[in-house]
């Protein structure tokens, strides 16, 4: 028998009480792992940006349209190696429902510009060949079910063709993948002027543009040229890195991290309160026991430690459950949508922000019980019976 | 120093305040326990009983006066040394037995030795020893809850005496046990003072129990009365 023996038998004198705290802990920690890491696999699709990658898009926003004769303007500047344009066509499949993300682009600069993804060079000799072709990410192929020489109408709900409809018949003539797990696949790419050639509104627009610079520290005097070019004309331009282009799409959504950070806060809160007056009153129930220790010998400093290490003990149980539970989460529902948002996991930093928030939930809840069994006078306590 | 003395009392008194009243236990006490001994402490309730165990148990502070033991002062020591001193010095035992229940009979009687840095072979065989000492060892895997009251009373007992200290501070050890435990208790108690050299001193309201000491003291209006051992 040793300290530990100690700690851990009181933890788990009363089960019941022991395994409800543990479930209530195990319930917080599944909460912030799992939701921070779903945030992290959201956000990671951006952080896998390269560094040298800028996104040029209108002041007012990127969901208002810019002159596609920007294009050669753009490129003309010194420090922009390669440049690509997109413009966002909102596809569908079939249903409204199935939805497939579709870029109208110039695949052969777009794939200049995201040398990340890969297509077979005779499927994209062909993709290039023909106006019709659609280069398909791999993802779309796996949910789909599609292959290369495949025909599909891809409806769009946001463009219309000049003849009413707003189908686009195309042909799949190549699929494309990327190097890493977290570089999505979930979009199709059509050829602009295939696209562009029978709108009924908006022709020769552009959505945002990608472009290089090939040196990060070139980022910002780039994006300052381009800007400079089209400030006072109807359309400015806002340049930035994709990084922080990725970062204020996200927050179109709402500062999620703010409204995860507020989930999770009065999650912890409630289970501090529940654990830390939990532990108080089985401090109390047992300071008899604690005189008796200190009668026998033991240094207020030791039963300081062993009941800061009972709440430390209880955290770390229900904490690293939930922990693993997340995990266990986090990857089946991962795998499961991969196709749609590739590279949800658990990522490290959120396994040790949970760690760091055990240790801190068991220090602070067992603070106060640990003070006052340190403080416990014998005479006192052993005449309570 | 008074030769062959365990104890040494000088000028003890304890005085306790409540409210705006000042209560005076008992005062500029004198009194000596050589090695070896056997005391009964008696007397009526509020006489100062338990409150002279605890001072010599180090568990509380005399008002004024001096406690020796060996011939040292341990009235004056911080709460640290006096954890250690009674760790090494003093065995206790309660009247409720005051044994942990979630720890076995033998776990219970090991607490003291992890306060030591003796071996788990040499703490094994120590345990064995107490509660063959004090005649339970067959009950080492029992709970608390699993065993009477004077077996209660024995784990007690070998959970004061397996560090082997000097002295056995005993508050009123018989006052919760049937008349045939507190008898076998209080034999056993004897036995450890006559065969293995064991100071006690015990406080006890039972004057049957008081017979089992070498001698008795009676704690009345703060002063002593000495009587003749009759055991």
Redesign the interface.
């Given at each position: 028998?040793?300290?530990a023996?100690?700690v851990r038998?009181?933890l788990f004198?009363k089960k019941a009480r022991a395994i409800l705290l543990i479930i209530s802990i195990f319930i917080a920690f599944l909460i912030h792992g799992a939701l921070f890491a779903f945030n992290a696999g959201m956000s990671g699709g951006f952080g896998a940006v390269a560094a040298d990658r800028l996104v040029t898009m209108n002041r007012a926003s990127f969901t208002v349209p810019m002159p596609y004769a920007y294009w050669g303007r753009i490129q003309a500047l010194d420090g922009v190696e390669a440049i690509t344009p997109l413009n966002w066509v909102g596809g569908y499949y079939q249903e409204p429902m199935n939805q497939i993300q579709t870029f109208a682009a110039d695949p052969e600069s777009y794939f200049i510009v995201y040398p990340e993804l890969t297509v077979p060079a005779d499927q994209f000799a062909d993709a290039l060949s023909r106006r019709d072709c659609a280069i398909i990410g791999r993802s779309v192929a796996n949910v789909q079910g599609w292959e290369v020489g495949q025909r599909i109408p891809l409806s769009s709900n946001i463009w219309q063709r000049d003849d009413g409809t707003s189908v686009w018949e195309i042909d799949i003539c190549a699929i494309f993948d990327a190097a890493l797990d977290n570089v999505p696949t979930n979009y199709a790419l059509i050829q602009y002027d295939y696209f562009n050639e029978s709108l009924a509104f908006g022709r020769d627009s552009i959505a945002w543009f990608s472009l290089l610079t090939g040196d990060p520290d070139r980022n910002d005097a780039v994006a300052a040229e381009i800007d400079a070019l089209f400030a006072n004309s109807p359309n400015e331009t806002r340049t930035q890195t994709e990084a922080a282009f990725g970062e204020s799409f996200m927050a179109m959504f709402g500062n999620i991290a703010l409204i995860l950070t507020l989930v999770v806060g009065a999650a912890f809160a409630t289970i501090l309160m529940i654990v830390g007056t939990t532990m108080v009153m089985a401090i109390n129930e047992r300071i008899?026991?604690v005189a008796?220790?200190?009668?026998?010998?033991?240094?207020?400093p030791r039963i300081f430690r062993m009941v800061l290490s009972e709440s430390i003990l209880l955290s770390l149980v229900g904490g690293l459950l939930g922990l693993l539970a997340a995990t266990g989460l986090v990857t089946l529902v991962g795998a499961a949508i991969a196709d749609y948002l590739p590279g949800v996991h658990m990522p490290l930093s959120v396994a040790l922000t949970s760690l760091a928030l055990m240790l801190g939930l068991g220090l602070i809840t067992g603070l106060i019980p640990a003070v006052t069994a340190m403080r416990v006078k014998?005479?006192d306590a052993?005449g309570k019976? | 120093m008074t030769a062959n003395a365990l104890y040494e009392l000088s000028n003890l008194s304890k005085r306790y305040t409540r409210g705006r009243e000042e209560i005076t236990i008992f005062s500029d006490l004198d009194m000596a326990i050589p090695h070896g001994d056997f005391i009964a402490i008696m007397g009526p309730s509020g006489s100062g009983k338990t409150t002279l165990l605890n001072l010599l148990g180090g568990i509380d502070a005399p008002s004024s006066g001096e406690v020796r033991f060996e011939g040292a002062r341990i009235d004056n020591l911080s709460q640290a040394k006096l954890s250690k001193w009674r760790a090494a010095n003093a065995g206790f035992i309660f009247q409720f037995y005051n044994l942990m229940p979630t720890l076995t009979a033998a776990q219970n009687v090991e607490l003291p030795l992890l306060l030591t840095k003796l071996s788990g072979k040499e703490r094994r065989k120590r345990i064995a020893t107490a509660l063959e000492i004090v005649g339970i060892a067959d009950r080492a895997g029992h709970r608390p809850r699993q065993l009477s009251g004077g077996q209660q009373q024995r784990v007690a007992i070998a959970r004061a005496i397996v560090a082997d200290p000097k002295v056995l501070l005993a508050d009123e050890p018989t006052g919760d046990l049937d008349r045939a435990s507190a008898d076998e208790t209080l034999k056993t108690l004897q036995l450890l003072n006559s065969e293995m050299g064991k100071t006690i001193v015990m406080v006890t309201h039972d004057p049957a129990a008081a017979k089992y000491a070498k001698r008795e003291l009676h704690l009345d209006k703060g002063r002593f009365v000495e009587k003749e051992a009759l055991a």
């Open positions: 028998m040793n300290d023996t100690l038998k009181n004198r008899k026991e008796v220790m200190k009668t026998l010998g033991f240094p207020a014998i005479v052993l019976s | -």
